[in-house]
């Protein structure tokens, strides 16, 4: 194959060069000119603006008439602009300079573009005749014949070369690619496979592409028969145990990836000790795929394998850590913590316990509320090394102890810490300004939170970088919610302490007053508010029911509200979620689709209906 591109590219410097001694010397300054003609002719090609692309490729061939890439860009704009005649009389007058396969191929697709398809296929079968020996000229004739929708003829050709040439592993992903555009699956599977015997390099290649048919149901079975017997008659090559263990993840057959997983690290037990240096690899990485797909039961399962076969390979310490990580994703924080626990104690003073003690910390702060324990493992998170930016997020986490405990005080101080910080990580510094102005907002002091809302928002980081910019809507949302109810700084302040009491737990407490604020007729503008946060307290909660009933209200009563095309978003979560009802699901994003044609959420929303449907 390298050598196929070899002889492509120097046949186009020989071109060029050749160009340049037709055209003689050239001064700097003329060379410099061409230049950026060259280049106003290929941006005026790419918008579409082919009439004055042309203008200047022909005055720029008419120059240098060898220049293969100045006689393309005439060729290819004549085509655009549908001057066939022309264009097959520019190709002529190149094939009196240089006759290779590829000018006459062009002489072929302008045959095409006129409609004359059986001059076209005499003159790709007279390049074969002239050159029968040569790889480039069976897959020029072939790539032209694909591209004009000659999946047969192009196949044909491409075993025509195999057999000339007496060289089966020649064309082996071409041919694939085309009996993939036929839809015959199976027949570009086998040869996919055979490539990968012929290249084993190309995996990541072949991967991509076979596991790309495991979400088609209707083909997924017959593609597993053939990998199964792949392996049956392969049994030493691993690569096809790894190929069917990725096809079973991408079809979230978990079971039998765990059951591939684990026979390929007992072949590897048995290969030479440089391979077995890699034990436990397949079976990490599958139980990392479990993981971030939300399969949490056999990421549990992998990660126990890893531990309890290969305890002393570099993989446990992050196996264990993925084990406790999974009890927690799952909602068992109790075994979380247990495991957590035994990390510190199996590996002290290094980044799996730092890791372990920011997590468990976390635990304990957000389902047991025992803050001393939690602030206590922030602590050792600071006190271990290396220092690196979970420090920073630890200190936020002590700030938010102290005010889930309601000493605000001890919590502004460690935000502010952070906010004085010169060297941090760019976006750590926006959630302390934005805790910041949280804290104050439920203080009462709504200028001084102001203060801190505005930072965040017009901070040029945000407006460069989307991933920079988590905070922004946020804190948008408090400045509008400020602003709106500067005539009613009581209701604006009953609303804050009703957040307050939701950010420490007390949920009861905050229900009612968000209860009583959206049914006063005074307070009319934080009514959206109110039911916003009524509808997102039911929801953490489980009452899906109660949270619909909430966030319609939203949509019904304020359809021009900050929050609208977010609650109808909420709407449809709660079903898909919640009810684990799909049609109603796709009905209330569709409604995010048509009510809120400017939402940012739209192109999230259009992948989850994708995902919906696709079920």
Known sequence: MIKKIKHVFLVGWLIVLSGQQLSGQQTGDEQKRQEQLFRLARSFEQTSQFSRALDIYQKLWEREPANINYYRGVKNNLLNIERFEQAESVVRQMLLINQSEIIEADLAEVFFKKGETQTALEVLENILKRSPKKVSAYQIVASVLSRFGFLDQAIETYQQGRDELNNQKLFLFEMANNYRSQMNYQQAVALYLEYLEYYPGQYNFVERNVTSFAIHPEIAGEIEAMLLNKIQSNQDNLDFRN??????????????????????????????????????????????????????????????????????????????????????????????????SEVNNSYPNTIYAKESEFRSGEILMEHFSDFDAAIKSFRKVISLAPFNEQNYEALIKIGDCHVLRGELKPGESRYQQIIDQKHIRHDLRMKALFKMGKLRFWQGDFNKADHYFIQIQTDPVNVIKENEGMFVNDAIAYRMRIFENKGDSVAL???????????????????????????????????????????????????????????????????????ADFAQKRIAEIYQEGFQDTTSAIKAYELVLTKYPESIYLEEIRKKIRSLEAK
Not at 252 to 274: P, T
Not at 280 to 300: M, T
């Open 243 to 340: 190929l069917l263990a990725a096809f079973y993840i991408r079809g979230s057959n978990y079971l039998a990836a765990l059951e591939e997983y684990s026979i390929i690290d007992q072949y590897i037990m048995s290969r030479s000790k440089v391979e077995k240096q890699k034990v436990g690899g397949e079976l990490f990485r599958f139980a990392q795929n479990a993981f971030n797909d939300g399969a949490y039961e056999y990421a549990i399962k992998a990660y126990q394998l890893v531990v309890s076969r290969y305890p002393e390979s570099n993989y446990a310490p992050n196996s264990k850590l993925g084990i406790a990580r999974s009890y927690q994703a799952i909602g068992d924080y109790s075994q979380a913590l247990k495991i957590f």
């Open 493 to 563: 302040a009953q609303f804050a302490s009703a957040e307050f009491l939701a950010e420490q737990g007390k949920v009861d407490q905050a229900r009612a007053l968000l209860e009583k604020i959206s049914k006063s007729s005074g307070s009319r503008a934080l009514v959206d508010d109110a039911l916003l946060k009524i509808g997102e307290l039911d929801l953490k909660h489980g009452k899906y029911q109660d949270a619909v009933s909430a966030f319609k209200q939203l949509v019904q009563n304020f359809p021009e509200s900050f929050y």
